[in-house]
């Protein structure tokens, strides 16, 4: 008797191509119907889990930034061009799981309302105890913190988020001081700035690819390649990227917007993540 093989990378490819439509209609529901958006995560967590089933070759890994940090841009080229599975939800942001979900203790300093728990670590490993099957790495992805709030106010204002509960500021400086600090606990965490990304994705992820290699015995066949569309970011588009490279994104602030904004950044996340301290001779107004 002939035993029909089943194509399961296809089935994979099926379901990614479906979880992507999903994600897409996410972001035309942010504009339209808010209402809907919880409802479409949810199918969308679905789709990827059946999407995994069929992924064995696959590494697991997790995600991990601030809203409006890249994480979306980040997601696209690991899960398209690496042999990863990527393991976050987004159907609960109280959750470890969640990309942006507030790591840190002090829970006072989170800034976005919908994001707050009431969980806290000690060390990296009680933070890992959280998931029954640990991934093999965690990509912790950055933007230069002045870049950074103004696309996080931009989109809170489209959004129609009520006024932030925390300078978004002490926000930054309390989600990756934590991640810094469970990175001196292990070698799983490894950091990519959004900057990096643009300039050269095949460099800025080197490390972490290797640990995929190491992994999955597999490699990229190829240089890896910046996506031209990213699901759930529809503003991204390679046009832009000279405001990150050139650090355009200066010129918005003032004088007293830089000297207030320096004021609250910790020199030792600033360091730990590769970011400068810009003086305010560099503000555009």
């Not at 997790?62 to 979306?72: D, E, F």
């Not at 926000?171 to 959004?194: C, E, M, N, P």
């Amino acid at each position: 008797m002939k035993i029909k093989r089943r194509n399961y990378g296809s089935a994979a490819r099926n379901a990614t191509r479906l979880s992507i439509a999903v994600a897409s209609a996410t972001a035309r529901a942010v504009r339209r119907t808010p209402s809907t958006i919880p409802a479409l995560r949810s199918l969308n967590n679905i789709i990827r889990g059946i999407s995994e089933r069929f992924i064995g070759d696959r590494a697991p890994i997790l995600i991990y930034g601030l809203q409006r940090s890249g994480t979306n841009f980040l997601h696209k080229i690991v899960s398209s061009q690496l042999h990863v599975v990527i393991k976050n939800s987004d159907a609960d942001r109280s959750h470890p799981r969640q990309k942006h979900f507030r790591i840190f203790d002090d829970k006072s300093r989170i800034s976005a309302t919908g994001y707050h728990n009431n969980k806290t670590y000690r060390d990296f490993n009680e933070f890992e105890a959280e998931f029954s099957s640990a991934p093999i790495a965690y990509l912790v992805i950055s933007k230069d913190p002045y870049s950074w709030i103004l696309s996080y106010k931009k989109w809170a204002k489209k959004c129609g988020w009520p006024e932030f509960s925390a300078d978004p500021i002490d926000d930054y400086v309390s989600f990756y001081g934590k991640w810094l600090q469970f990175a001196a606990q292990t070698d799983k965490i490894f950091f990519v700035r959004y900057v990096d990304l643009l300039r050269d994705p095949t460099a800025a992820l080197l490390p972490f690819a290797k640990r995929v290699e190491a992994t999955t015995g597999k490699s990229p066949t190829k240089s890896l390649r910046r996506p031209v569309k990213v699901p759930q970011s529809p503003a991204y588009s390679l046009a832009s990227d000279t405001v990150h490279l050139d650090k355009q994104y200066l010129l918005a602030y003032s004088t007293e917007d830089m000297i207030s904004i320096n004021a609250k950044l910790d020199h030792s996340v600033m360091d730990g993540l590769g970011y400068d301290i810009e003086p305010p001779r560099h503000a555009g107004k």
